[in-house]
């Protein structure tokens, strides 16, 4: 029988100078393999003494390890090597200029394009269009919503505060909602009232449905006739225009906001348990709006006579809705900024007027 020792050497050097995989698969098939040299040396033990079989055979089972051994190594190398040289043909050039073509063809953001599918629903239900600033005052975001210092509602805004105060000493906030555009209005001009309010809003909170920085759209109609049942109807239809479904399921609850009596919140019906979103299907529902008759303390802290004028509010959660109707389902992906999920989900730019892209050309 041949020398086990002579044959490791052989085998090893083979081993050593195999400079690519398939070299060293083929080593493996020639020794290892079924027909392999060892496998047939394993075969020929049967024929040996007791003593002899015991002796060849341990050797040659220590001759099979180090030689499946020394080939997984070098096999692992070898994968090493090729990677590394692939790396360093495939590398990228960060430093070298974009192509054209991802220079010039942009696109439109899911929130900039519901902001302006709201916009124009509310627009053709004669709705004026009123802003506000992102940097408030407590007078506005919290006291002139009847939301005074000590109340817990303050709390459950998460609110981020700015190091110093305006001239008035106030201190001053990033805007929790958009609801202080409805006083900033009140006081400025005389009812009645029918106008949306688009803006981002702040709370310090982050998950699959939160983020930092958020959109809403608020809704403020004040006269000297409008009840509740004219903001029933208005949401209803606002969400059957918006969702382009007749049938869309939504859910009025009871609830409170200290600005509203009495006040409610909106669900949609979706289903959230795939990797898209699916609005009017399964069992979930995700609140995208808050809303009530506006409180008469609101009224008054504008100088607006309650016994004469009434009137309803809204505040509409914008990304929610555009993660219900175009299927989005993490929040967050929002405002990563990456250009892919952009080019996904965004939308082709249409050479026509709209609010988000300028109304005059
Ligand atoms: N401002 C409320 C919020 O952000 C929503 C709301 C607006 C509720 C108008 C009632 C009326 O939670």
Not at 214 to 224: A, R, S
Not at 339 to 354: K, Q
Request: a negative charge; proline letters at 5%.
């Amino acid at each position: 029988m041949i020398d086990t020792v002579i044959l490791e050497k052989e085998i090893l050097s083979a081993i050593n100078s195999a400079n690519d995989q398939d070299i060293i698969e083929k080593i493996r098939v020639e020794e290892l393999g079924k027909k392999g040299r060892i496998s047939l040396l394993m075969k020929e033990l049967s024929h040996l003494s007791p003593e002899d079989k015991k002796e060849k055979g341990s050797k040659l089972n220590n001759l099979k390890n180090i030689i499946s051994d020394s080939i997984s190594k070098k096999k692992n190398e070898l994968v090493d090597v090729e990677l590394n040289k692939r790396l360093l043909k495939e590398r990228v050039d960060v430093s070298l200029p974009v192509q054209a073509q991802q220079t010039i063809t942009g696109k439109i953001h899911p929130v900039s394009q519901v902001m302006d599918e709201i916009s124009e629903i509310f627009g053709s239900l004669g709705y004026q269009i009123n802003e506000g600033p992102d940097i408030e005052t407590e007078h506005y975001n919290f006291n002139a919503l009847n939301i005074p210092e000590s109340h817990p509602a303050r709390q459950m805004h998460d609110t981020f505060y700015l190091p110093n105060k305006n001239i008035n000493d106030e201190s001053l906030v990033l805007r929790t909602h958009t609801s202080p555009v409805q006083v900033r209005t009140m006081e400025k001009e005389e009812p009645p009232y029918k106008f949306i309010s688009p803006g981002r809003t702040y709370r310090c909170d982050s998950d699959q449905t939160h983020t930092p920085m958020f959109h809403q759209i608020e809704g403020l109609v004040v006269d000297e006739k409008t009840h509740l049942g004219h903001l029933k109807w208005t949401l209803e239809t606002f969400f059957k225009s918006f969702f382009e479904i007749d049938t869309i399921k939504i859910q009025l609850r009871p609830s409170y906001f200290p600005f509203t009596e009495p006040s409610l919140e909106v669900d949609v019906l979706c289903d959230r348990s795939g990797s898209v979103l699916k609005v009017g299907e399964g069992s979930d529902w995700l609140e995208v709006a808050g809303a009530g008759m506006v409180h008469s303390e609101v009224l008054k802290a504008a100088n607006i006579d309650p016994n004469k004028y009434q009137g309803f509010a809204f505040g509409l959660g914008v990304d929610r809705l555009a993660q219900l109707k175009y299927g989005i389902p993490d929040l967050r992906t929002f405002f990563n900024g990456d250009v892919r999920w952009l080019n996904h989900y965004g939308f082709s730019f249409l050479d026509i007027p709209t609010l988000s892209r300028g109304l005059k050309k």
